[in-house]
């Protein structure tokens, strides 16, 4: 496994053509200021290089990334918001506990699967909280 940080588009795509040079190999890219500002460069590099990956958001598979597994960014903001309630009504902030996120999800792009040669089963597809055609 390889880390690659990246602070602009250059450091992206080097790091992409590096993975790209490794044999069977993925990515799995973090959400993060950067790749959300150069999201579809990311798309598009994957695929380019035909490289399957998968992201924490499912905004990046509307965009046409492979597939995203991570938690509902809306479900923690109603988590947040509940706090924000209780702290209104009296609550002492330190004293609430560290909440998690408890729901998450699995986005797949189907069209993405097919331009790369593969093959999603059915049995993964069920699961899938969305699927895109």
């Known amino acids: 496994m390889t880390v690659a940080g990246a602070?602009?588009?250059?450091?992206?795509?080097?790091?992409?053509?590096?993975?790209?040079?490794?044999p069977d190999t993925g990515l799995i890219v973090m959400a993060s200021g950067v790749t959300n500002a150069h999201r579809r460069?990311?798309?598009?590099?994957?695929?380019?290089?035909?490289?399957?990956?998968?992201y924490d958001?499912?905004?990046?598979?509307?965009?046409?990334?492979l597939a995203s597994y991570g938690h509902d960014p809306a479900d923690q903001?109603?988590?947040a918001a509940?706090?924000?309630?209780?702290?209104?009504k009296g609550a002492k902030a330190g004293e609430l506990p560290v909440q998690n996120p408890t729901k998450y999800e699995l986005a797949i792009n189907l069209k993405a699967a097919k331009s790369l040669g593969l093959t999603i089963p059915e049995s993964f597809l069920l699961r899938a909280d969305e699927v895109i055609e």
Not at 7 to 22: F, K, L, S, T, V
């Open 7 to 22: 602070r602009d588009d250059g450091d992206i795509e080097r790091a992409i053509a590096a993975a790209a040079r490794e």
């Open 41 to 54: 460069l990311v798309i598009e590099l994957a695929a380019r290089h035909r490289l399957p990956a998968i």
């Open 57 to 65: 958001y499912r905004y990046f598979v509307a965009a046409g990334g």
């Open 77 to 79: 903001y109603g988590q």
């Open 82 to 88: 509940g706090y924000i309630d209780r702290i209104l």
